[in-house]
């Protein structure tokens, strides 16, 4: 019996052994499924993954909205988000334009309401002007003249000498004969937006020894020489003026200039002049008609402290009737920049004592005079001494047999000092352009 029971306790150890062993090993394959499935799980999603790219990379390439050149993207988003971060915070998106002044505001229709906006729109070497932005509003109400030692409150005249920061608009449509310059103080903006403003066939606007200045939305026409008379520059100050040339826009020893958006023809002398070491000027979106000697940057060859200047050109139309001096420069740095040439006679773009000049994403159409197709004119100076000017374009459509002249150093440091915004292609200059000079604005809706 003992014998017995004795077997009957191995047996049963032998089982519960079996038995413990099972368990052990159906755990550890539970296991090993487990881990396994966890394997399986990465390599099909990670095959999922690879095919979804796989497929991505199959749609994006047939995409119709994919851009052939994205370090053209690439450069025109740099440039607006400098522009953005470092001086302003745009509001509105382009209405399609693709002119950043003017998508900057005329997108919106309450832009009559929120006029200061156009001060944060500039761009260029002249980016910083803010005008009267800080001021209030000042409304012209009389067109007249008679004074220009005593001008009368409401009249332009009187609006532009005070010496607070001031925002000039028009009561109604109005032409403006004025008797002498108009000598302006600094921070002022003439805003001719929403109304016809003329400012013709009598003596026209001199900016001088000023800053922060903004000339938007006038016509200026058939100025003419004026002067030998007493002038009022301030409230407190009137003095002696002798001849002025008649040009249109006349800068003189000023910086942190804007003329913008303004129809400018037929004067006596330029249609703008910067002079006497002016600098941080933008000269965009004006439309230039009949007219010989259109713009002149620099004094004489003999001054060089106009080897400081900088003017951006752009979104200019310059159209028909005009001859020369698109610009002329002198010493300083000059990009021309997006704008459309449409006729000259003469040449489009000249200077003298070693200008920089950078033209970019400019449209060139030469005139029919076989003699004329140079878009380039150094002006009473050796070929050996302009080869080591800078003077360069890049990304210029040339029509109707016009060129260029490049010369200088091709990748010189002078052009980054030329440079003052990202230029668009030159195919879009024609849109960009399409609404250069003063704009017929209507409150209520875009501009």
């Known amino acids: 019996m003992a014998v017995s029971m004795k077997w009957v306790g191995l047996c049963l150890m032998v089982v519960l052994v079996l038995f413990v062993g099972t368990i052990a090993k159906v755990r550890n394959d539970q296991i090993s499924e487990t881990s396994n499935v966890e394997v399986v799980r990465e390599q099909v999603q990670s095959s999922s993954n690879s095919t979804m790219a796989s497929s991505l990379e199959k749609v994006e390439g047939k995409n119709e909205h994919a851009v052939d050149d994205p370090e053209e993207i690439a450069s025109m988003v740099d440039m607006s988000i400098r522009n953005s971060t470092e001086r302003r915070k745009l509001g509105f998106f382009s209405c399609g334009t693709g002119n950043p002044i003017d998508d900057c505001w005329r997108c919106d229709p309450n832009w009559h309401k929120n006029r200061k906006r156009l001060a944060d729109c500039g761009i260029g070497f002249g980016r910083n002007a803010i005008g009267g932005r800080d001021g209030r509003f000042y409304v012209v109400t009389d067109p007249g003249d008679d004074d220009p030692v005593n001008p009368r409150p409401g009249t332009l005249r009187h609006a532009v000498i005070q010496e607070e920061p001031l925002w000039i608009v028009f009561k109604r449509d109005m032409v403006i004969k004025l008797k002498q310059e108009l000598i302006m103080n600094s921070f002022k903006t003439i805003d001719g937006r929403g109304v016809n403003v003329h400012i013709a066939n009598g003596a026209c606007i001199t900016i001088q020894y000023v800053t922060n200045i903004i000339v938007h939305g006038l016509h200026i026409h058939d100025c003419k020489p004026t002067g030998n008379a007493l002038v009022r520059s301030s409230p407190s100050h009137y003095g002696w003026r002798t001849m002025a040339d008649g040009d249109a826009v006349s800068i003189f020893g000023s910086s942190h200039i804007w003329v913008d958006h303004n129809s400018l023809s037929n004067c006596a002398d330029g249609l703008v002049d910067a002079v006497m070491g002016s600098t941080s000027i933008t000269i965009s979106n004006n439309h230039f008609t009949h007219h010989n000697e259109v713009m002149l940057l620099g004094h004489s060859d003999s001054y060089v402290r106009d080897k400081q200047m900088q003017v951006t050109i752009a979104y200019n139309h310059f159209g028909e009737g005009l001859m020369q001096r698109m610009p002329r420069c002198r010493h300083g740095y000059f990009h021309v920049v997006n704008n459309d040439y449409t006729h000259w006679e003469m040449y489009a773009i000249g200077g003298s004592a070693s200008p920089t000049i950078n033209s970019q994403g400019n449209r060139y159409a030469a005139p029919t005079n076989p003699f004329a197709k140079e878009v380039t004119k150094r002006v009473e100076t050796a070929a050996s001494q302009w080869k080591g000017w800078n003077w360069r374009s890049e990304g210029d459509m040339m029509l109707n047999g016009a060129y260029f002249t490049p ?41």
């Open 407 to 447: 010369s200088g150093a091709g990748a010189s440091a002078s052009y980054a000092r030329a440079s003052s915004l990202g230029a668009k292609s030159s195919s879009m200059v024609g849109s960009i352009t399409s609404g250069s000079g003063a704009l017929p604005c209507r409150r209520g809706h875009q501009c």
